[in-house]
Nanobody, 122 residues
Framework: QVQLVESGGGLVQAGGSLRLSCAAS????????MGWFRQAPGKEREFVAAISRSGGNAYYADSLKGRFTISRDNAKNTMYLQMNSLKPEDTAVYYC???????????????WGQGTQVTVSS
């Protein structure tokens, strides 16, 4: 089992940047593919990005390619999401998740963090 804690959320103006972190504890971090999802008010949770166990492969929601970058540091048991050129529609609670296989569906992941709020003002 692995425990996940997100951090780095906050309030930022449109066009700004934030870097989210997801710290993992428990079983070996490098055993898990990792993902980021987000849920905006009144909407379903949606896929943002995913990264393979080694960090060698990354996948993104089509609408976010070029603005968001996912990465991981297995030595630090931490995953990151660099978010640039933020827009008000990026406002959401961002969740990190761990699973045995990389994917873009919630059901691909077995463990979830509590989420961190990102608010982008116009």
């Amino acid at each position: 089992q692995v425990q996940l804690v997100e951090s780095g959320g906050g309030l930022v103006q449109a066009g700004g940047s934030l870097r989210l972190s997801c710290a993992a504890s428990g079983r070996t971090f490098s055993s898990y593919a990792m993902g980021w999802f987000r849920q905006a008010p009144g909407k379903e949770r949606e896929f943002v990005a995913a990264i393979s166990r080694s960090g060698g492969n990354a996948y993104y929601a089509d609408s976010l390619k070029g603005r968001f970058t996912i990465s991981r540091d297995n030595a630090k048991n931490t995953m990151y999401l660099q978010m640039n050129s933020l827009k008000p529609e990026d406002t959401a609670v961002y969740y990190c998740a761990a699973g045995y296989y990389i994917g873009n569906k919630e059901t691909d992941y077995n463990y979830w963090g509590q989420g961190t709020q990102v608010t982008v003002s116009s």
